[in-house]
T-cell receptor, first 115, second 112 residues
Framework: DAGVTQSPTHLIKTRGQQVTLRCSPK?????VSWYQQALGQGPQFIFQ???????QRGNFPDRFSGHQFPNYSSELNVNALLLGDSALYLC??????????????FGQGTRLTVV | RKEVEQDPGPFNVPEGATVAFNCTYS??????FFWYRQDCRKEPKLLMS???SGNEDGRFTAQLNRASQYISLLIRDSKLSDSATYLC?????????????FGTGTKLQVIP
């Protein structure tokens, strides 16, 4: 059973460019959340997708957008990259139908460096 | 006040020692709580959920104190392999919502 997979694992972009990160959730999961983790910090919630719609959003600008596909996989897009966007981007999947707040399973992350 | 606060450490403890971490949260309506472990440059992995009655998994014990709004993690008989960053996670919602808030993590270094 494949866990959460993310691609690419590493990426270097130039300031002002756009980037797309991809995530395939754990088999059977229907919800994907994206997090940004700067060095030495805990992950910060960006947004969550369920049923192909953005359900919740953290305090991130509109430059950060996403999409969820019918097979539950997801993309994170960041436009007009800034140096401060350099971070580890984590995707987490979970199953929304459970009554209690469920634990999330994380992918290995995409390390984005903006130069 | 931050939503979730942890002492960043590092906690340097000898092998075999007992170490405890606390994590405070500001939203009294928070629904569920977790401890995650994150190794250097790796993704976070669930260590254990934290239940109201407390729970134990081998050498690890998690407690929740709703009155004082903190959760704790106790590690007994520390092993070298326990060296990692421990992230406290608070979910303010029930019903499967995942807008969880992570603490900044507490770094543990177990020394031979």
């Amino acid at each position: 059973d494949a866990g959460v997979t993310q691609s690419p694992t590493h990426l270097i972009k130039t300031r002002g460019q756009q980037v797309t990160l991809r995530c395939s959730p754990k088999s059977g999961h229907d919800t994907v959340s994206w997090y940004q983790q700067a060095l030495g910090q805990g992950p910060q919630f960006i947004f969550q997708y369920y049923e192909e719609e953005e359900r919740q959003r953290g305090n991130f600008p509109d430059r950060f957008s996403g999409h969820q596909f019918p097979n539950y996989s997801s993309e994170l897009n960041v436009n007009a990259l800034l140096l401060g966007d350099s971070a580890l981007y984590l995707c987490a999947s979970s199953l929304s139908s459970r009554l209690l707040g469920t634990e999330a399973f994380f992918g290995q992350g995409t390390r984005l460096t903006v130069v | 006040r931050k939503e979730v606060e942890q002492d960043p450490g590092p906690f340097n403890v000898p092998e075999g020692a007992t170490v405890a971490f606390n994590c405070t949260y500001s939203n009294s309506a928070s629904q569920s709580f977790f401890w995650y472990r994150q190794d250097c440059r790796k993704e976070p992995k669930l260590l254990m959920s934290v239940y109201s009655s407390g729970n134990e998994d081998g050498r690890f014990t998690a407690q929740l104190n709703r009155a004082s709004q903190y959760i704790s993690l106790l590690i007994r008989d520390s092993k070298l392999s326990d060296s990692a960053t421990y992230l406290c996670v608070v979910n303010p919602y029930g019903g499967g919502y995942q807008k969880v808030t992570f603490g900044t993590g507490t770094k543990l270094q177990v020394i031979p």
